[in-house]
């Protein structure tokens, strides 16, 4: 919460001491707008969304969510415009990101190719849980990261998500750094790297 696309992007280039590159890949940073956040008081901050608190036991700020779904739709759609097949973009994000993004695969556009979620969780009554207790068609691979030492995220809420998601049908990986708190690795990094190029292969000449 409250940083930017441009801080995120700045801060993996830290981690990796260098951009998160891909030669036939596109990577995009978007920035959350500036709103009321709740758990600071109502202080303005850049996130996703509201949360009534940082908790997986209690109701989803569904209406700012879904406004925010709606936005990064727009996002996906500029993309398809250009060109990119759907099947071969990939959404994901930090923390909040994380829950962002499983909001708007597994909601809106299940015919993404994956997603990745890191130090990320979702309410124990989500709407994406109750999503997919309706779907019945494939759904993006879930990639997801998390820190045992987390103490603002905590670790037991990203397996409980982890697990959820998993019995309604979704092919979900979680990988556990131990000692890691509510921050990225360079271990950790490089994993959803590899994740990414094998989701996303280059593709020979005469398909493209």
């Known amino acids: 919460t409250g940083d930017t696309g441009q801080g995120a992007r700045t801060w993996i280039k ?3 001491n260098q951009d998160m590159a891909f030669q036939h890949i596109k990577v995009i940073y978007p920035t ?9 008081k109502g202080a303005f901050s850049t996130v996703w969304f509201d949360r009534y608190k940082i908790s997986n036991d209690c109701p989803e700020h569904i209406e700012s969510i879904d406004s925010m779904c709606q936005g990064l739709t727009d996002l996906i759609n500029d993309e ?3 060109g990119i097949a759907k099947n071969r973009i990939l959404v994901g994000g930090f ?10 695969a597994y909601r809106f556009h299940q015919d993404l190719a994956g997603v990745f979620a890191l130090s990320s969780f979702l309410n ?6 109750q999503a997919l207790k309706r779907n019945e068609s494939a759904l993006p691979e879930l990639f997801q990261c998390h820190g045992t030492a987390d ?11 982890n697990k959820i998601l998993k019995s309604l049908g979704v092919s979900a990986s979680l990988h556990t750094f131990p000692d890691l708190h509510h921050e990225l690795s360079r271990t950790e990094i490089e994993k959803l790297k ?3 190029v094998k989701k ?3 593709e020979s000449a005469e398909t493209n």
Do not use: C, F
Not at 124 to 129: L, P, Q
């Open 151 to 161: 103490e603002l995220v905590l670790y037991s809420w990203g397996e409980e998500t």
């Open 124 to 129: 124990k009554d989500s709407a994406v849980y």
């Open 32 to 40: 959350a707008p500036a709103r009321p956040y709740t758990p600071m």
């Open 194 to 196: 590899t994740w990414i």
């Open 14 to 16: 830290q981690i990796l």
């Open 200 to 202: 996303l292969p280059v």
């Open 95 to 104: 923390s909040m990101g994380g829950g962002m993004a499983m909001h708007l």
């Open 80 to 82: 398809i415009k250009n």
